[in-house]
């Protein structure tokens, strides 16, 4: 008993949130569910509605079909949320869009101030291309970005030593686009030179490297020295053999005589 109303419970709980305006609306034949990263939690949740926005707006896709869409774009362990919103309460993709940001703002990423890239300067070490890339990246977690600080934050964030500094002494910049003109056309001449460069540092290695192998294929004093005593110990050794060798034969060519008459030292019978 109580299993159909159970049941009928259940049922109630998968329907839709959406009104009968928004389930009148059918997907085109052709469509294709946005290719972004599916929302876990992990990330921030206005970061997800943005990219999700930006594809349904470039898609030409109805408000409507925007709504139907986006719990697709949700793994399973978020989807719990979408089943707990009442049935025909979500009119338009404003309005799930609301609710969707007051479930997750918690994971909500903070954003520092915009007075923040005042903090990021060059290092001495560091070349213009990869501090502009630092500054940007550190840029994009601030919570607006405007463009006076932004100017200003880079023209105090260039090392005073740098060569960029020069260029910036002839004209200040007024406003950020004449800024970032002038610093690409010196990151191009900058990777100019050093593709110029790489080849002639290419080869000085290549030279030093050849100096290494000849000094360690130059033996050394004590390993000549040891070269040389072993030659020596060689020659005495041959010359030893040879000697020996040369007893043999003699002693062969005049084999000795037991007599009581012979002369080792003659070689013959007599005095």
């Known amino acids: 008993m109580g299993g159909s109303s159970s049941v009928e ?3 109630h709980q998968t329907d839709l949130p959406y009104s009968a305006q928004i389930m009148a609306v059918l997907l085109p034949p052709k469509f294709k569910v946005p290719q972004i990263d599916m929302y876990d939690r992990s990330k921030d949740p206005v970061d997800h509605l943005e990219n999700f926005k930006a594809q349904t707006t470039f898609h030409g896709f109805q408000g409507e079909i925007a709504c139907q869409a986006f719990p697709l774009t949700l793994k399973w362990t978020i989807t719990g949320w979408f089943g707990t919103l009442k ?18 703002m918690p994971s909500r990423r903070q954003r520092c101030p915009a007075a923040y890239v005042l903090t990021v300067k060059q290092k001495e070490d560091e070349n213009l291309k990869t501090h502009l890339a630092l500054f940007n990246k550190e840029r994009l977690t601030t919570n607006e970005q405007d463009e006076k600080i932004t100017l200003a934050a880079l023209l105090e964030g260039v090392w005073l030593c740098s060569p960029f ?27 100019t030179l050093q593709a110029l460069l790489d080849p002639c540092k290419e080869d000085t290695k290549f030279e030093q490297k ?51 008459r012979y002369c080792k030292y003659h070689q013959r019978g007599s005095h």
């Open 87 to 104: 049935p025909k309460s979500i009119d338009n993709f404003e309005e799930l869009a609301k609710q969707f940001l007051t479930q997750f």
């Open 165 to 191: 500094m020069e260029e910036l002494a002839r004209r200040t910049s007024s406003t950020l686009r004449e800024f970032m003109d002038k610093a690409d056309d010196f990151v191009s001449v900058e990777d």
């Open 210 to 260: 050849n100096k290494q192998a000849d000094k360690k294929g130059k033996p050394s004093r004590r390993e000549r020295a040891r070269e040389g005593r072993s030659d020596r110990n060689l020659r005495l050794v041959h010359n030893n053999l040879s000697v020996q060798e040369e007893e043999r034969e003699r002693e062969t060519r005049h084999p000795i005589k037991m007599g009581s």
């Open 9 to 11: 419970s259940l049922l």
